[in-house]
């Protein structure tokens, strides 16, 4: 485990670190936010899943979380959204390779040497942070934006008891409904959709749902609404009534300026969810 | 005035603008964030000026403001650092010419024609915000970072009655006395030292102060305490007991993680300084 940068913040440690990933067969690179209540034990993590052409850094940087974390108690993690490297495979496409693993394990090719994001959030990544840092892998939660809220929405729902509670901004929701979505699961998976029924929100929340509470923010004028299709999540919610929200926040669009408005709150949904 | 975006946050709008600068001789981009209350009138205005390297971009994006602001009423501009352009004179080091205005105004060649920032921040932009924005010009305050914490505490002690509060983070304290000044002041202003006086915080602090507060933040672990001098300025805020609060913050470095941290105490300082 490499560091590559660790600043003082809010009274705790921003830090980025680097690691050789056997499942992306590369080295990677995360965020990971430790609170002050680190320096006296174990602490409670909240994992983060970025969106599309984001690394490590966006959303550390530009979302704001970490002094709500701080008064909570709570690690952060802030994972990279793909493996990345000269020698590994890519595309023209902002959507597809790198910047936009999709949270799969890649069984295609060129995709699967290298595209098992998958397998590196949800194994390889929290044995790392286990075996390095000081959190709890018993009080865990999860979150995410955009194709990282489809990464934590699709997480959660495959790991019962292993996360308090689940939250998003702007998920991509419904993906076998969507060009984001249909693209990259052919890509990845290939053209048998019986292989990507696990990676989509809603038609899990229609089987079964998450066994906590879920948190989705949705603004309004978000550009992306067709390809994201809340409607779709928020049908399956409702119709199975879920523990949850779904909010529609009222003028804001998909980015960042949006998830930091909201942040405070679903820094303390997960805090609650984890008897903070 | 050109609207470069919008986007909607804490209930508020985050702008930003571009405008033809006569001062600057270019065109100026900046960031301003209007919080919710001025949909029902004008707000008090917060100044941030940025530090080296800078555009409107850093502070606004990584400094965690916004949140704080709208929760007080204020309203909050980013200006740029430095006039920018392939036609306007620059410098290969990163401390001389675009992102390293120093807030003065230059008289010498080959900078005079564009590097007036000290005019563009205390009088170009304040109109153009005036004209184009609900902000009330009687109610002002002003803070900065590193070179845009010089930046601050100079206009701020060179304009008694405008601004109600001047606070920094890690401001180049002294720089007559450092080469975070000298080489910028021979630059732009010439090798008459009489010059460079009311563009030195310690000088002015000695020999006048500032009619209001003022609040400095420095990290213990700043990498450019050196250069930054706070002693200096510490020595001389105490020893004319100006009206304020010098603190070194424990582990604390330079970077925009260390000014998230204390965002709040500076907004908070501000808006109580405001009658908020």
């Known amino acids: 485990m490499e560091t590559v940068s660790e600043n003082r913040c809010f009274g705790g440690v921003q830090g980025v670190y680097r690691h050789a990933s056997a499942v992306c067969g590369c080295d990677m690179t995360f965020g990971l936010f430790m609170p002050p209540q680190a320096a006296s034990g174990p602490v409670p993590l909240l994992w983060y899943l970025s969106g599309l052409t984001c690394t490590h ?35 023209a496409a902002y959507d597809l390779g790198q910047g936009a693993g999709f949270y799969v394990d ?8 290298h595209f098992n994001m998958w397998s590196y959030v949800t194994e390889e990544l929290p044995r790392a942070l286990d075996a390095a840092f000081p959190v709890d892998p018993e009080r865990q939660a999860i979150m995410g934006h955009s194709m990282g809220g489809h990464g934590a929405l699709t997480v959660a729902m495959n790991h019962p008891g ?33 292989t990507w029924t696990r990676h989509d929100a809603t038609l899990l929340m229609q089987a079964g749902g998450f066994d906590g509470p879920v948190l989705i923010d949705q603004g309004s004028e978000d550009q992306f609404l067709d390809l994201l299709r809340p409607g779709d999540l928020a049908q399956a919610m ?37 008897g903070l």
Not at 249 to 268: C, L, P, R, T, V
């Open 57 to 91: 850094e966006n959303a550390m940087t530009k979302a704001a979380a970490q002094g709500w974390a701080a008064e909570a108690g709570l690690a952060l993690c802030f994972p990279d959204t793909s493996p990345r490297g000269a020698d590994i495979a890519d595309d």
């Open 238 to 274: 409702a119709a199975r009534v879920q523990d949850g929200q779904f909010r529609i926040q009222k003028g804001y669009d998909h980015s960042y300026w949006f998830m930091q408005s909201f942040m405070e709150d679903h820094i303390a949904f997960h805090a609650e969810a984890l």
């Open 162 to 194: 292993r996360f308090a509670s689940v939250s998003a901004f702007a998920p991509i929701s419904h993906p076998v409904a969507s060009d984001w979505g249909r693209k990259q699961f052919t890509a990845y998976l290939g053209a048998d959709e019986g």
């Open 106 to 113: 890649a069984t295609q090719t060129p995709w699967a040497p």
